[in-house]
């Protein structure tokens, strides 16, 4: 079997040819799940019957001679901070257990207009607020490659799920990697589109300046397709503007004289291993007739304090809203005002990571201190967009380690927080800069940890990083995904 071949295609080909229904293949992926979400704790939600409901829809059209389009019957997973209608939707938090949203998010809308199978919601660090899914109420996802690591966050669970191949692709949420961390440490593709690519509408509220909504898929041509079905431009969401153009029809071009910059700030602190895979995949570069641009990134070094200040701040303003009083969570009885019911319900609700951040976003944002950190981290914020603009007048796409190390044992986290933040470090800008940009495989660990390098493309030219990407997937496809598993056992 071709290695790269997409996964979303071959499963379509097999519906198209009639060599297994959608009903024999949804069953398969949800006794998959059945038997391995115990070891990955990817899911939070199955939602059988409605995947069931759709299999039978699609079966009826193969059935009756209709053309499928391209995601109809495949079976997926959406992030349990994405709205679906009718079925409950947490964010991983005790405070929103048991809200059952009355409304889709646009992404899950369009979607399902597609038909496609939705398996249920997967895991997540609590409101997306951490880097290893630990943080999520249900407890963290596990890595397939080695369930002793986490699987990364936000999105764990999606990356779990797909790794695991108990969903054929799923999408998650990106404020400051965590699309792109996840998909790199479960040996994953992740594309965390240009900010207003994607609606956010229906997406439960990290930091909203920063939200995108992507595709993490086992391989780049299965994130094209999924790209090209959730841009669009969406009158919900009033910084939607939709995708620039269909980015399947452009993979497979030669990149011959593409510029690729690359920036020593980005591989300071890389751990060794990591650094090395990356040398090894510029060389692959080279080889395929691109062009090594060097640049200097000295902003490089404010973007983790501009993006927990802003990020924060802004949390701190969203989650405002979970007072108890209309729907989710609220405390016992034992209380004797209104503000002590909310009080006391926030105090339960919210567990330690999200509280943190909602004090410091408040901290930052008072009055004594508003000019300090929050207006600083702004003025930064501008310096970011302003170096990567800078970079693109010279080069086309620039290429980093998406993460500076491999998947973290379990437990990582809660030992050193600090040092959790400092992993962000290659992501963190991107979101800054509103940048689009993709992780995907480029080498192993000697613990057989997958290693992830990032392509950053400017504003809208989601084309170019996905078809750089392509061509290096397809020139590994030997060594590095190897392991990819196309399909259901059969
Ligand atoms: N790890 C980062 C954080 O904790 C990014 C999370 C995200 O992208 N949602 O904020």
Redesign the pocket.
């Given at each position: 079997m071709e290695k790269t071949k997409g996964k979303i295609k071959y499963l379509g080909e097999l519906l198209r040819n009639k060599e297994i229904s959608c009903q024999e293949l949804t069953t398969k992926y949800l006794e998959s799940i059945n038997q391995d979400n115990g070891k990955l704790n990817a899911y939070v939600s199955v939602t059988e019957q409605e995947a069931l409901d759709t299999a039978k829809a699609v079966d009826k059209k193969i059935a009756s001679g209709e053309e499928l389009s391209p995601l109809e019957g495949i079976p997926m997973t959406l992030k349990d901070n994405i709205s679906t209608k009718d079925i409950e939707t947490t964010c991983c938090s005790k405070i929103l257990q048991g809200y059952v949203p009355i409304y889709n998010a646009t992404v899950w809308d369009l979607l399902k207009s597609q038909n496609a199978v939705l398996l249920g919601k997967t895991n997540?660090?609590e409101?997306?607020?951490?880097?290893s899914c630990e943080?999520s109420c249900f407890g963290g996802a596990n890595n397939p490659h080695n369930l002793a690591h986490v699987a990364g966050?936000?999105?764990g669970g999606v990356a779990s799920a797909v790794g695991g191949n108990i969903a054929a692709y799923g999408l998650g949420?990106?404020?400051?990697?965590?699309?792109r961390?996840p998909a790199s440490f479960c040996g994953l593709v992740g594309l965390?589109p240009t900010y207003g690519a994607v609606s956010r509408y229906g997406l439960i509220a990290?930091?909203s300046s920063?939200?995108q909504i992507g595709p993490i898929t086992s391989t780049v041509e299965d994130a094209a397709l999924v790209f090209d079905a959730i841009s669009k431009k969406d009158p919900m969401d009033s910084t939607s503007q939709g995708g620039a153009e269909p980015t399947l029809a452009k993979l497979n071009q030669d990149i011959k004289g593409l510029k690729i910059g690359v920036a020593k700030e980005y591989f300071e602190g890389v751990r060794d291993d990591v650094k090395k895979a990356l040398e090894q995949s510029i060389k692959t570069y080279v080889s395929l007739g691109a062009q090594i641009v060097y640049f200097d990134l000295p902003v490089l070094k404010y973007a983790l304090p501009v993006?927990?200040i802003l990020?924060c701040a802004e949390a701190s303003s969203n989650l405002g809203r979970y007072d108890s009083i209309r729907y989710g969570y609220r405390t016992d009885e034992n209380y004797h005002s209104i503000h002590e019911m909310i009080c006391k319900t926030r105090s339960e609700g919210f567990g330690k990571?999200v509280q943190r951040?909602i004090l410091l976003g408040t901290y930052v944002l008072s009055s004594g201190y508003y000019d300090a950190y929050y207006k600083k981290a702004q003025r930064l914020r501008g310096a970011v967009v302003k170096a990567f603009q800078n970079a693109f007048q010279s080069c086309d796409v620039i290429l980093t380690p998406t993460v500076p190390m491999t998947a973290f044992e379990q437990g990582f986290s809660s030992k050193d927080q600090i040092e959790?933040?400092q992993?962000?470090i290659c992501?963190?800008p991107i979101?800054i800069a509103g940048l689009p940009a993709i992780s995907i495989p480029c080498g192993f660990d000697s613990k057989g940890l997958p290693i992830g390098m990032q392509l950053i493309g400017n504003t809208f030219c989601e084309s170019t990083i996905l078809n750089a990407a392509y061509q290096f997937e397809n020139a590994c496809a030997n060594q590095i995904y190897k392991n990819v598993d196309l399909g259901v056992k059969l």
């Open positions: 997540m660090d409101f997306a607020m951490g880097s943080t966050g936000s999105s949420s990106d404020t400051g990697g965590s699309i961390q965390k990290y930091a920063l939200d993006y927990y990020a990571e951040r959790t933040y992993t962000d992501t963190v979101n």
